[in-house]
């Protein structure tokens, strides 16, 4: 009889372990995905609109569980507060709204929430300092890029057959809101895979949200394109696979 050599055998033990690992690691995640899937269900309806109220718009942040979105932010479908039209359009003004979560304690300046607020403060800063500048690059574009001017078709009617993006242009269009996550993809996709100048893109979205707000707009555009960060922003199919599952390409193409 020929004796396996110690190498193969180790090898073949060492693949069923790791096979083993991956095996567990796939159902671990697919354990933790169901999981977040129910949690997540029990949040905002996708369909909640805007109504127009300021009652609407204080109720929304009375029902903010600071803890929660600390967690479970980035998931499309998680607990966002959804006031930024309200604030855009002068319901609610940021200190209030930064008031009212204080005051119900479990909130401070370290809080996701507040530097999430922080954020759209720090715009309107660099705004009024740059003024229409923020319009153009504030740093030099990434070498080499020839950006077009327009937005191509197949992303305005939503047909690009990537699954996230064409459901993204068409929330838009429905909602007027899109989540975080969501514009950052879109715009990413545009700007880099489509190479398309984040000032186009950036108008275009503009135009068709309820809470747009020019620094928090453009200068997140700017930022994807890294004009207003030293490195792009790009995603990849398990960003989306993970934070909205519902939009992801899996088995879509191999
Ligand atoms: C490409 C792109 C375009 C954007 N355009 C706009 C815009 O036109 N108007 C606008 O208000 N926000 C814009 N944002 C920021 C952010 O996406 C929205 O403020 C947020 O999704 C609004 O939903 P919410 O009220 O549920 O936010 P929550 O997560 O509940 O946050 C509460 C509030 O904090 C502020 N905030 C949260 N995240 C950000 C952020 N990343 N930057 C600035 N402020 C933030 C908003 O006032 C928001 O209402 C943009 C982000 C990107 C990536």
Redesign the pocket.
């Known amino acids: 009889m020929r004796m396996p050599d110690t190498d193969s055998l180790r090898g073949k033990r060492y693949l069923r372990l790791h096979q083993r690992g991956r095996k567990s690691a796939a159902n671990a995640e697919a354990r933790v995905l169901h999981d977040l899937e129910v949690e997540l269900d029990g949040f905002v309806p996708l369909d909640a609109g805007f109504p127009p109220s300021r009652d609407e718009a204080l109720r929304r942040i009375a029902g903010l569980d600071t803890r929660s979105?600390r967690r479970l932010?980035d998931y499309v479908r998680g607990p966002?507060?959804?006031?930024?039209p309200y604030?855009?359009h002068g319901f609610v003004s940021?200190p209030e709204v930064f008031g009212a979560v204080v005051a119900r304690g479990g909130s401070g300046p370290t809080d996701r929430?507040v530097q999430?607020?922080a954020?759209?403060e720090f715009?309107r800063h660099v705004w009024r300092h740059l003024g229409d500048g923020i319009l153009s690059d504030i740093r030099d574009p990434l070498p080499g890029v020839d950006y077009g001017n327009s937005v191509p078709s197949d992303i305005l009617t939503a047909t690009t057959g990537v699954p996230v993006i064409d459901a993204s242009v068409r929330e838009l269009y429905d909602t007027g809101y899109?989540?975080?996550h969501q514009?950052?993809w879109l715009?990413s996709y545009i700007v880099h895979l489509r190479k398309v100048h984040w000032r186009v893109g950036a108008d275009w979205?503009?135009s068709h949200?309820l809470?747009?707000?020019l620094p928090?707009?453009h200068l997140?555009?700017q930022w994807?394109a890294s004009t207003f960060s030293r490195r792009p922003y790009l995603f990849n199919a398990e960003n989306v696979q993970r934070f909205a599952t519902h939009l992801s390409s899996r088995g879509t193409c191999d």
């Open positions: 979105y932010r966002v507060a959804r006031v930024s604030i855009t940021v929430f999430e607020l954020w759209r715009f899109l989540h975080n514009r950052m715009a979205m503009y949200l809470d747009g707000d928090s707009n997140s555009w994807i």
